[in-house]
Each structure stands twice: as structure tokens, then as C-alpha cells.
């Protein structure tokens, strides 16, 4: 069984920085291209970044850009989310999402993990 | 950057109603680039349909996704309680990758 199980998440600061992490199983992790997408409280779902199986080609939303950084690791089965200098706006469930093996559409996710950034 | 809009924001329809979703995309989009995902309150995304009319492993028969570049639709049969939830389109693209629409909330009326 697919299993992708996101953490990490929390009550930060503006400004402040957090690391999202992503542990897959039931699957080889390495074979497919993964995503994060959040979710606005109410609102919703916003691609964030992408990154190609061995990390080649990798993609942010202009709304994250310069502040976040994917990356994973291959050995461990598991994805990562570092997200720096956060604001209000980055309030949200933020989900890894695999792609489906033939690419253009996301065919498993995980159940979410919560960031709030508030002072 | 393709932007999707979905229509119509909210779908008020009972049980045992046939269900027809809308998506269109800003420019050409090939039929394989789209897909359709269902989201439950508290739960993540599910894909339901990929390359505009594919149904993903376990999805009823009752769901189809049709079109082609620019107008896509999300038709369900015959609503069954556990239907009603939101809706949303995706794209595949360039760069960024993926976008989503907006997305449809179906309701029970």
C-alpha cells in the first residue's frame, strides 16, 4: 500500500523557518517525481514545488521562490520541505504528493501537515 | 502560464441527479495534461481522472471527465451521498508543472 506521511508542521513566528518532512512506503520512492501542494485555510489547492527522481529538474511556485527549498533523499524514502523567512500568507496544509508514474497528474498524497505562521 | 476556471463555483443537486462539472482552460491544453481530483472536509485530494477521461484505480464508473482543449467536464451519473465534496481541475504544465482551478463545491440541495 502507497503510504506518504508528512511532518513537521507547527506554530512559527513570522520570519521564522520550518522543515516539512515526507516518508513514503509501499512504493519505489526513486522512481517517481514528487510534489508539495498546500492548502489555505478555506481555500484552495496551490501547487508549491516540484522535484524530478534524482533531483535534476526542480521546480518552485513564484510565491515561494527564494524562501523554500525542496529536496530529497533517495536512501531514506523520504521528501523534505525547508521553508524559511514564512509569512502570514504561508498559513496552510501543506501535502506531498506523488506523481503517477506516466507524469501529469498526482496519484497519491498524503494526509497534510499544518503550518501556521502567526506572532 | 495556463490558468483554469472552474464553473460553477457551487452546485447545489440531490441524490440520484446527474452531476456536470466544468473546467476551461486560458489556452490550448492537450487532453492528456488534465485531471480531476476530489476532496473531502479534513481529507487530501484523490485523483479521479487523469488524461481528461481515464479513471483512476477504484474510482466508480458513475465519474467521467470528457473534452478537449479548452473545455473539459467532470459528469457524475447518479449523485450518491458520499459524492458531494469539492471538485478540482489540474494541468500539467511547462513550468510551473501543475496548477489547479479554482474549484466546484457540489452540495446537497
Known amino acids: 500500500e502507497v503510504q506518504l506521511v508528512e511532518s513537521g508542521g507547527g506554530l512559527v513566528q513570522p520570519g521564522g523557518s520550518l522543515r516539512l518532512s515526507c516518508a513514503a512506503s509501499?512504493?519505489?520512492?526513486?522512481?517517481?517525481?514528487m510534489n508539495w501542494v498546500r492548502q489555505a485555510p478555506g481555500k484552495g489547492l496551490e501547487w508549491v514545488s516540484y522535484?524530478?527522481?534524482?533531483?535534476?529538474?526542480?521546480y518552485y511556485a513564484d510565491s515561494v521562490k527564494g524562501r523554500f527549498t525542496i529536496s530529497r533523499d533517495n536512501a531514506k524514502n523520504s521528501l523534505y520541505l525547508q521553508m524559511n523567512s514564512l509569512r502570514a500568507e504561508d498559513t496552510a496544509v501543506y501535502y506531498c504528493?506523488?506523481?503517477?508514474?506516466?507524469?501529469?497528474?498526482?496519484?497519491?498524497w498524503g494526509q497534510g501537515t499544518l503550518v501556521t505562521v502567526s506572532s | 502560464e495556463i490558468v483554469l476556471t472552474q464553473s460553477p463555483g457551487t452546485l447545489s443537486l440531490s441524490p440520484g441527479e446527474r452531476a456536470t462539472l466544468s473546467c476551461r482552460a486560458s489556452q490550448s491544453l492537450s487532453s492528456i495534461y488534465l485531471a480531476w481530483y476530489q476532496q473531502k472536509p479534513g481529507q487530501a485530494p484523490r485523483l479521479l481522472i487523469y488524461?481528461?477521461?481515464s479513471r483512476a484505480t477504484g474510482v466508480p464508473d458513475r465519474f467521467s471527465g470528457s473534452g478537449s482543449g479548452p473545455d473539459f467536464t467532470l459528469s457524475i451519473s447518479r449523485l450518491e451521498p458520499e459524492d458531494f465534496a469539492v471538485y478540482y481541475c489540474q494541468q500539467y504544465g511547462s513550468s510551473p508543472p501543475y496548477s489547479f482551478g479554482q474549484g466546484t463545491k457540489l452540495e446537497i440541495k
Open positions: 488524461g481528461a477521461s
Open positions: 504528493a506523488r506523481e503517477g508514474r506516466d507524469g501529469y497528474n498526482l496519484n497519491s
Open positions: 522535484i524530478t527522481r534524482i533531483a535534476t529538474t526542480i
Open positions: 509501499g512504493f519505489t520512492f526513486s522512481s517517481h517525481e
